[in-house]
């Protein structure tokens, strides 16, 4: 979300999401509200520092987690106060293990993604941090329900060895598609009962690799889909996978541009059709969302944005073909 006032995103979320509010993100805030930030506070026994290239893991907790840490809490006060007597899901959501070995850099400055063994420190630091993170969502929230996001929108540039070295002369080699499901598949093993959606927002999703994981949902920008993905979305509504289709820019020049809820879902309908599922599972499975975040719109966009989301959901529900 935009800005720097959290009660106000957090009021804002509760006040239009009727069945899935979430834990706002403010990055406007500064480092460690960021998504890698916020995400790297979590860990369990790792800590991150930020450099002038980014986010570097260091040997001792110092400034930059205290503040990530320092956010969380105060994000944690906020969404506490505008949930009293709320009983549903509740969105939380954190950097993934590729997207986060992508953005962390050893302490020589290149990814983690590069060394086999860094990365499996921190995925099993990833695990024990999110579960302490939803237990602590519990405690304080004992009506909710929380729902996992693991943002992975670095996942393809990983699978297809597209990640840059620090240099940028040459990229990271391709992770094997059979070893990056095994580490989402502990993760989202170690989040127990807690259904996970994993949300990519870049082009080429791996939906076959993602649901062989384990993932409850799978979170995409609708606007980047193309017909050689239509098998791999047909299986996984097939298999009951819930898709959150991104149909709604993260940014516009204005709220009004956000003014006919069923022509933003219309090619959501279109690929129903075309895949020949039952229309009656479509407003059961896709749920309508922002195509990527929210964070770089004005408060009033984003703010619109989520009543679209809204009612583009009712549209689907009211008229599925």
């Known amino acids: 979300m935009p800005g ?3 009660r106000e995103a957090a ?3 509760t006040g239009t999401l009727e069945t899935l509010p979430f834990l706002p993100e403010l990055p406007a805030r500064g480092p ?4 890698t930030g916020r995400t790297a506070g979590l860990l369990a026994e790792l800590y991150a520092h930020l450099q002038p290239s980014g986010w570097r893991i260091a040997d001792r907790p110092g400034r930059d987690t205290r503040r990530a840490r320092a956010w969380l809490r105060e994000d944690l006060d906020a969404i506490e106060e505008f949930t009293q007597g709320y009983e549903g899901a509740l969105k939380v959501s954190a950097v993934g293990p590729w997207s986060l ?6 302490r020589n400055g290149e990814a983690m993604l590069g060394d086999s063994g860094a990365r499996r420190d921190l995925a099993a630091s990833l695990a024990e941090g999110l579960a302490a993170h939803l237990a ?3 405690r304080r929230l004992p009506g909710v329900r929380p729902v996992l996001q693991l943002d992975e929108p670095s996942l393809p540039a990983v699978l297809s060895g597209r990640v840059p070295t620090a240099s940028g002369y040459r990229a990271h080699r391709a992770v094997d598609p059979a070893v990056a499901e095994e580490a989402l598949r502990g993760l989202i093993a170690a989040a127990g009962d807690t259904p996970v959606v994993v949300h990519c927002c870049a082009a080429e ?3 076959g690799l993602l649901r062989g994981a384990g993932a409850t949902g799978i979170s995409f920008d609708a606007g980047l889909l193309t017909e050689r993905d239509d098998e791999a979305v047909g299986e996984a509504a097939e298999g009951g996978t819930a898709l959150f289709a991104g149909v709604v820019p993260g940014r516009g020049a204005e709220a009004e541009e956000l003014s006919d809820p069923a022509g933003t879902v219309g090619g ?13 599972l ?4 896709v749920t309508p969302t922002p195509a990527c975040g929210l964070a770089g719109a004005s408060p009033g966009y984003a703010r619109a944005a989520l009543v679209h989301c809204a009612r583009a959901a009712r549209s689907l529900a009211d008229n599925p073909e």
Request: aromatic share 6%; net charge neutral; charged share 30%.
């Open 282 to 285: 479509l407003a059961e499975l």
């Open 101 to 106: 070995a992508a953005a962390l850099e050893r």
């Open 11 to 13: 009021r804002i979320v």
């Open 4 to 6: 720097e006032d959290v």
């Open 32 to 35: 460690g509200a960021d998504m």
């Open 136 to 138: 602590e969502v519990r």
């Open 205 to 207: 999703v791996p939906f």
């Open 268 to 280: 959501v309908r279109s690929l129903w059709r075309r895949l020949g599922l039952s229309p009656g």
